[in-house]
């Protein structure tokens, strides 16, 4: 049996994933993340996480990030939560979301990997 492309299995998940890299710079954005938030791929990737965040909500996302980054641990350890992101649109969408981090071979943090899926 042919293994699938890893590449084509985020990109066509159900759940919207968006990695950023430790500086929180998107570099992957799938198809999902586009239509949940309502930024096409071509404008998110290697833009700041900034354009999904609340600006209410960012200075506590960015200690949260650079903590985590910094010990190489989540304060939620993959738990999804409930929480309020920008959409393209202007407004606001209300999402479940979990991170994790990836860390190089060497276990080095390389950045973050969210996935996330509206509310209901």
């Known amino acids: ?5 890893p590449q084509a ?3 066509q998940m159900p759940e919207a994933a968006v990695f950023a890299d430790t500086q929180g710079i998107i570099r992957f954005w799938n198809t999902a993340a586009e239509q ?6 071509a404008v998110a990737i290697g833009q700041s996480l900034d354009i999904m965040i ?3 909500l960012r200075a506590a996302h960015w200690r949260g990030f650079q903590a ?3 010990s190489g641990e989540t304060r939620h350890q993959g738990r ?3 929480t309020k992101a920008l959409h393209g649109n202007g407004g606001f969408v209300y999402a479940q979301i979990a991170f994790c981090l990836i860390k190089d071979p060497q ?3 390389v950045g973050s990997l969210a996935t996330a899926r509206p509310c209901e």
């Open 80 to 82: 999804a939560m409930r």
């Open 107 to 109: 276990g080095q943090v």
């Open 9 to 11: 299995l985020l990109q």
């Open 54 to 56: 609340p600006e209410h």
């Open 1 to 5: 049996m042919k293994q699938p492309d």
């Open 36 to 41: 949940l938030f309502g930024f096409p791929a």
């Open 68 to 70: 985590a980054v910094a």
